[in-house]
């Protein structure tokens, strides 16, 4: 590491966590504008020793018309754009440990405060380092819907993190999850080359977005009867394993913000001030990005459910009921 590099402070560190399809990658796009937050980016995955060069390299290839410079929507979500700078999960990090979603071996992903990497861990804060280093950056901010997993593991390595917990209605995220995969493996396996690609190297599961959890047999025989009951028992653990390590860390409570996605949509300008209050950027430049951002929001359509879908709900009310009723999930959970 660069002598510059080993003496930046990872100072409160801001990390998104919720169940997929629940607005964590809007609201890191939000935190990540700031002009004082660092983050992960596409390079990462290419070049994680040395991502000031590949930002520089990214920067010439595009000047020279070798990399594309426009925005494009998200697969995923079509309402928010990105480019080859945007922020990043960078999920295969988790791979050095065995510990990604993109292990197949792995039977449950959940990581408390007893596990340790040493190895690991200093390869973290050097790369931390490095990205805020890049983005001239004090604060670092990261999304990634399977650290719901990791809130235990992450609160020991870093005890001054930030943490917020956005929550959408559990029947809207779970729809919204099971199109979302559905609308992903019909693009890709539309295109060969990419089908090849993503069976061989990066693995076509994983565009099902399903990860192992405390429950992951139960979550695979749901989803045999019906992958919506699968997303179900997903989602419920996310919640309860975020929930339940928030509940038995002593002082962790303080350092958490539950929110609705509903909410911040609906409500952005009495929710995105609050959000900027609790990771202590509340400035001029959080209030500019809130001006932005305020007209692009709105709450999405209401699902249309079909009657297979509808007749489903019962059972997806019951299996998330453990999570929907905690006395630390917020009311939108209802």
């Known amino acids: 590491m660069r002598p510059c590099c080993r003496r930046i402070a990872i100072d ?16 890191e796009q939000i935190l990540a504008a700031h002009p004082q937050t660092g983050y992960f980016w596409f390079g990462t995955h290419i070049c994680p020793r040395a991502p000031v060069i590949a930002h520089w390299a990214t920067r010439v290839s595009q ?25 990043c999960e960078c999920e295969q990090l988790w791979s050095r440990i065995g ?46 819907p399977v650290n719901s997993l990791r809130v235990g593991y992450l609160h020991k390595l870093f005890p001054d993190a930030r943490f917020i917990h956005i ?71 996310l919640q309860l394993a975020i929930v339940e390590c928030v509940e038995r860390t002593p002082g962790l409570a303080a350092q958490v913000l539950r929110l609705c996605y509903a909410d911040l949509v609906s409500r952005p300008n009495e929710i995105l001030p609050r959000i900027w209050r609790f990771v202590d950027l509340d400035d001029a430049h959080a ?13 999405p359509p209401a699902p249309a459910l079909s009657d297979e879908e509808r007749a489903l709900l019962p059972r997806i009310r019951q299996i998330v009921a453990p999570a929907v009723e905690h006395k630390l999930m917020p009311p939108c959970a209802y």
């Open 99 to 144: 510990q990604s979603a993109w292990d197949n071996d792995r039977a449950d992903l959940t990581l408390g405060a007893d596990f340790s990497a040493p190895r690991f861990e200093r390869d973290l804060f050097d790369l931390i380092r490095r990205h805020l280093f890049l983005h001239h950056a004090g604060r670092f901010v990261h999304k990634n």
């Open 63 to 87: 000047k020279i018309g070798h990399l594309d410079r426009a925005s494009k929507p998200f697969l995923h979500n079509p309402r928010l754009e990105f480019t080859l700078f945007s922020p």
């Open 12 to 27: 409160r560190p801001i990390f998104v966590i919720g169940a997929f399809r629940s607005g964590t990658t809007l609201l």
């Open 287 to 299: 209030a500019a990005i809130s001006r932005a951002y305020t007209p692009r929001l709105s709450p």
């Open 167 to 237: 929550v959408r209605r559990p029947i809207d995220a779970i729809l919204s999850h099971r199109r979302t995969a559905a609308r992903l493996q019909q693009t890709f396996a539309a295109d060969p080359l990419l089908q090849q690609l993503f069976e061989e190297q990066i693995r076509l599961d994983v565009l099902s977005l399903r990860i192992p959890t405390r429950t992951w047999t139960q979550t695979l025989a749901l989803d045999r009867e019906h992958p919506l009951l699968g997303i179900a028992n997903q989602w419920k653990d």
